[in-house]
């Protein structure tokens, strides 16, 4: 062979393995059963004590967020906030009292007129009526604070999915483990299915999918890959506007 046939032979090769390298590994794509599961579960446990008073949601019921959805008889609550609103004027007052007397035996001490120990007495009741004013601003907080969690309201947009509790229900927040109520989100849905260890490994999280129901498309992303028994849980997410969507309805995922 001569040397402009080595050459050229070396050149070919080269080009050929330069070739094999630029192409694309190769392209796959799924199209998987499904079927649609809540987006996110999320328990709404009491904050306080209390006897239920009313429960105006149902499962399957749509709500806006901040909907009251439970309200607990709250008549000991409004009791104890306008207690506290009393208690804190109470100690309002003696507060202004307090500092009207700490000035004067300012004014006493500087014209030497009080005695050492007098004017440190009026230093000591001026703080304790400095403290006895704020320990009730945060009483009145606290029982503020309990007032408005006598009542649950929805925390953003969604769907009930249980209703665990009934109206004349006593619940004690201290004991009580169970939620009372459960919601999802509203607009987000998640299609599952089931899916063999070899094309668990093709997938990553966050990656881009397709949701279809019925004759609907739905842009995704893939949520989450856990092991179950014999494979594992393929979790796509997915926004929607479709208020005819539900619990286990069919679906497909197309991926990638």
Do not use: C
């Amino acid at each position: 062979m001569s040397r402009g046939e080595l050459m050229a032979a070396v050149t070919m090769r080269t080009l050929f393995l330069s070739l094999l390298l630029s192409m694309p590994a190769q392209a796959w794509s799924a199209e998987l059963a499904a079927k649609l599961d809540w987006s996110k579960r999320v328990e709404l446990s009491p904050l306080v004590s209390g006897v239920v008073k009313a429960v105006n949601v149902e499962p399957g019921q749509h709500v806006d967020q901040g909907a009251l959805l439970l309200q607990f008889d709250d008549r000991l609550f409004k009791a104890r906030n306008a207690e506290a609103e009393a208690a804190l004027e109470h100690a309002r007052l003696l507060f202004q009292e307090a500092e009207r007397e700490q000035q004067r035996a300012d004014e006493l001490y500087d014209r030497t007129v009080l005695s050492n120990h007098e004017y440190e007495q009026s230093k000591v009741n001026f703080a304790a009526a400095s403290l006895a004013m704020r320990s009730a601003e945060l009483r009145l907080v606290e029982t503020t604070l309990d007032l408005e969690r006598s009542a649950i309201s929805a925390p953003f947009d969604a769907w009930v999915v249980e209703r665990l509790v009934e109206p004349g229900a006593s619940i004690v927040s201290e004991l009580q483990t169970a939620p009372l109520l459960v919601v999802t989100y509203a607009g987000r849905m998640r299609a599952v299915t089931k899916i063999e260890s070899s094309l668990a490994r093709k997938i990553e999280i966050g990656s881009s999918a397709t949701v279809v129901v019925g004759k609907q498309r739905y842009r995704a992303r893939v949520a989450s890959i856990g092991a179950v028994e014999g494979g594992h849980q393929l979790d796509v997410a997915f926004s929607h506007s479709n208020d005819h969507l539900y619990l286990g309805q069919k679906a497909k995922i197309i991926l990638p």
